[in-house]
């Protein structure tokens, strides 16, 4: 049987294919700041076709201390091609693509009410590690954040990380 993904191409994008998504938040970022992101492989890009189906952002560390972890945001999947393992192949290229360039984690935050993500980041081996109360406020309703984070490498097992978050708040 063929892969659902054979007529799936998969590039970083240009800031045309990233200005072309319907996502809010790409939608708000300056031309400049989408250019720049592009050009550093940071927008990676699932197609089929050549319709733009889903995308992800990798933003890589900018400080020294900092510059062996990622952020991950938005992924983005259209709803027409949602449910199709879209958003998992996207998963999949980005962290191969993290761990290409040397990091060693990748952190992300997604809504605590967004179930199907959060059960998409475990299955991608994401733990949650801590919460970001009102990190946003829609029409006066606190949203909260999950933070949770993936090792790229094999120096902390991912089963000690909740400990981990436990024990500094203790």
């Known amino acids: 049987m063929s892969s659902p993904f054979a007529a799936c191409g998969w590039m970083g994008l240009s800031a045309s294919q990233a200005r072309s998504c319907s996502h ?5 970022t300056s031309d400049a700041a989408l250019a720049t992101g592009c050009e550093a492989g940071q927008y990676w890009g699932a197609f089929i ?3 733009l189906a889903g995308f992800a952002k990798i933003r890589p560390g900018g400080s020294e201390r900092l510059r062996h972890t990622c952020d991950l945001g938005p992924l983005y999947v259209a709803p027409e091609h949602q449910g199709k393992g879209i958003a998992r192949a ?3 290229a980005v962290i191969q ?3 290409s360039l040397g990091l060693k984690q990748m952190e992300l935050c997604v809504d605590q009410q967004n179930t199907a993500a959060i059960r998409l980041y475990r299955a991608c081996a994401f733990v949650p590690f801590g919460m970001r109360p009102r990190s946003v406020i829609l029409d006066g309703d606190a949203l909260h954040d999950l933070l949770m984070i993936r090792m790229l490498d094999a120096a902390i097992d991912p089963e000690r990380i909740a400990q981990m978050a436990r024990a500094a708040v203790d």
Request: glycine fraction near 8%.
């Open 24 to 28: 809010p938040q790409e939608r708000a």
């Open 49 to 51: 076709g050549t319709e």
């Open 90 to 92: 996207l998963m999949s």
């Open 97 to 99: 693509h993290a761990q």
